[in-house]
């Protein structure tokens, strides 16, 4: 078989974007890409992982590797693995029976001699994570699109959630946000409701003049439904100006997030233990003071010694110290790759 080129393939694969890096043992970065969405629910496994296998073999090539990849035969697989480990960290890897097929079928693919598929929470825990030392407790809540957390524990032991959505309990995270923000703005217009601001500032984000308007047009396609994220943004500015509503769904967001971490420190038995918060996704890493200082006070009061910590980096750097710890490169590679992202943030 040869020498594989690189250490790791690290992947972070999210709802909305991709990114790809070829990593050697000493925590450079080879080659880098960034492609779209990673959606196995909407458009099944198989057409999932053959658009991941798009946007690798870019990386590759930006590595200055060809290893026989085709972009236009997403199926194609390379002469040679490109990697020793792949730690692919995917969005909708919710269940460990997830992860189990996902990482089956990356296996076939041949991009590495071994792999290791976790959800995407997992490489935002592991960034907010030190690199030096043995391994750490520390739980992650992820809120952005979505809501989710993860724990783990310094012998091995991991607390999660189910996360897909209504289904399985949550609230919030931008997607959540904006449907509730909707849905008091509807019923504050047609009387059913508590009056409040929202019901004239979603639908003039968009130039409307009224919240029928706005619902007229998501229901008919005049404006797509993935704009609906642009709404979380007006909830915020409307809860920061003393909304009753807005600011009583933007402490709701908080109470979710606060009780998250603290029951998966509990499940953990990390409540009287000093440990890590890593917060990560768009909507806890803004610092919007109402939902930030709410937070802050409630992680306070249910688990004083734990510490909040946001991540704003891109969560392949994650994926990348998942890879670099399995390969056992210690403290320099991690500090190496964590400088490569250093200043750069998820969305960039």
């Given at each position: 078989?040869g ?6 393939l690290?992947v972070?694969?999210g709802?909305s974007k991709?990114?790809?890096a070829?990593?050697s ?5 080879l080659?880098s890409?960034r492609?779209g969405g ?5 458009t099944?496994?198989?057409a999932a992982?053959?658009?991941l296998a798009r946007t690798v073999?870019?990386a590759?090539?930006?590595?200055g590797l060809?290893?026989g990849?085709?972009t236009a035969e997403p199926d194609?697989r390379?002469g ?12 909708n890897?919710?269940?460990p029976r997830?992860e189990?097929e ?14 290791r598929?976790?959800?995407?929470t997992?490489?935002?825990l592991?960034a907010?994570?030190?690199d030096?030392g043995?391994p750490?407790?520390?739980?992650a809540?992820v809120?952005?699109?979505?809501i989710n957390?993860?724990g783990?524990?310094a012998?091995?032991?991991?607390h999660?959630?189910p ?14 946000l904006?449907?509730e923000a909707l ?6 217009e047609?009387?059913r409701?508590?009056d409040t ?13 009224s ?6 047009a ?16 007006v909830?915020f500015?409307?809860?920061a ?16 997030i606060?009780v ?7 499940r953990?038995d990390?409540l009287?233990?000093e440990v ?12 919007h003071?109402l939902?930030?200082d709410?937070l ?7 688990a ?7 991540v704003?980096?891109?969560p392949v ?6 890879a670099?710890d399995?390969l056992g490169a210690g403290p ?13 943030t998820?969305?960039a």
């Amino acid at each position: 078989m040869g020498l594989t080129p690189a250490a790791a393939l690290a992947v972070d694969a999210g709802n909305s974007k991709t990114d790809v890096a070829l990593v050697s043992a000493d925590g450079t970065v080879l080659g880098s890409a960034r492609g779209g969405g990673f959606r196995p629910p909407e458009t099944g496994a198989g057409a999932a992982v053959a658009s991941l296998a798009r946007t690798v073999a870019r990386a590759a090539r930006d590595a200055g590797l060809d290893a026989g990849l085709d972009t236009a035969e997403p199926d194609a697989r390379p002469g040679i693995p490109l990697a020793g480990h792949v730690s692919a960290c995917l969005a909708n890897a919710d269940l460990p029976r997830e992860e189990r097929e996902l990482a089956e079928r990356i296996d076939d693919v041949g991009w590495g001699r071994t792999v290791r598929v976790a959800n995407d929470t997992f490489a935002i825990l592991r960034a907010g994570l030190p690199d030096d030392g043995p391994p750490r407790n520390g739980v992650a809540v992820v809120c952005g699109a979505g809501i989710n957390c993860a724990g783990v524990t310094a012998d091995g032991r991991v607390h999660r959630f189910p996360a897909v959505g209504r289904l399985s309990g949550d609230w919030g995270g931008g997607g959540g946000l904006a449907e509730e923000a909707l849905w008091h703005a509807a019923r504050a217009e047609d009387g059913r409701g508590e009056d409040t601001e929202l019901a004239r500032a979603l639908p003039a984000h968009f130039g409307l003049p009224s919240m029928y308007a706005l619902i007229e047009a998501f229901h008919l396609g005049g404006l797509p439904g993935g704009r609906r994220h642009e709404l979380v943004p007006v909830l915020f500015a409307v809860a920061a100006r003393g909304d009753a509503v807005a600011r009583c769904l933007v402490h709701r967001q908080a109470e979710e997030i606060a009780v998250m971490a603290s029951v998966a420190l509990e499940r953990l038995d990390l409540l009287g233990t000093e440990v890590p918060v890593v917060l990560g996704g768009g909507v806890a890493t803004a610092r919007h003071p109402l939902l930030h200082d709410r937070l802050l006070a409630l992680l306070a009061e249910r688990a004083p010694l734990a510490t909040a910590h946001l991540v704003t980096a891109p969560p392949v750097l994650g994926a990348g110290l998942l890879a670099l710890d399995r390969l056992g490169a210690g403290p320099v590679p991690c500090a190496r790759l964590r400088a490569h992202y250093a200043g750069r943030t998820a969305g960039a």
